[in-house]
């Protein structure tokens, strides 16, 4: 009966052990595409870079098609002994959880198509990290943003800009039509 118990216990231990040694992080795959790549083998590069890292365990979490942008400055990549040179790429992302030990195959990967002209791949966290496309800052801080359903934004209003509106409106000046006409003559004069 102790050797049944004492073989149970053994069997879960090298168990445990084994989940540990496969020990996963996420990581988001940012890439650009050189322009030659035709629009409509596009989708067939990145099929081949997710299945290549699917072989290798990884496990998708979001991505974003790449869209052809317009670069910030000129890069450059040697492509079969001849270096070329690029001011547009598409862009697209890829994130995904994988072992560890497998990472550097990723890049690996990565680093030998031809068609990638640039990449980073970095540790993240499997929760949305997108953040509002247009954050606003003043004195008081970030206002918040809240999107309806048509996905544009709305701005919250805040009780101090109300009171700021309030103090601009109690602030104009009511003039007769003679003091604008000679206002209005003084600054044309100038």
Sequence with gaps: MIDEVIKEDIASVSEIIIENDFETQV???GF????SVEK???ADEIGSIRS?????????????????ITLAYTMTKDIDGKRYKFNNAYFGWLKFEIEKDN???VKELIDSNNNILRFLIIKTVRESTLAPKDAVFSKEGVKKLKYN???????K????DKEKKDKIKKKEVKMS??????????????
Excluded: R
């Design 32 to 35: 650009h595409i050189i322009p």
């Design 157 to 160: 209003k805040d009780d101090k």
């Design 177 to 190: 039509e003679e003091e604008l006409d000679k206002t209005i003559e003084k600054l044309i004069a100038e």
């Design 52 to 68: 290549a890292i699917e072989k290798l365990g990884g496990i998708f979490v979001a991505e974003e098609f790449p869209k052809l």
């Design 40 to 42: 409509n083998n596009i």
């Design 103 to 105: 990472i550097i195959k």
């Design 27 to 29: 990581y988001e795959l």
């Design 149 to 155: 359903t048509n996905d544009s934004k709305i701005f």
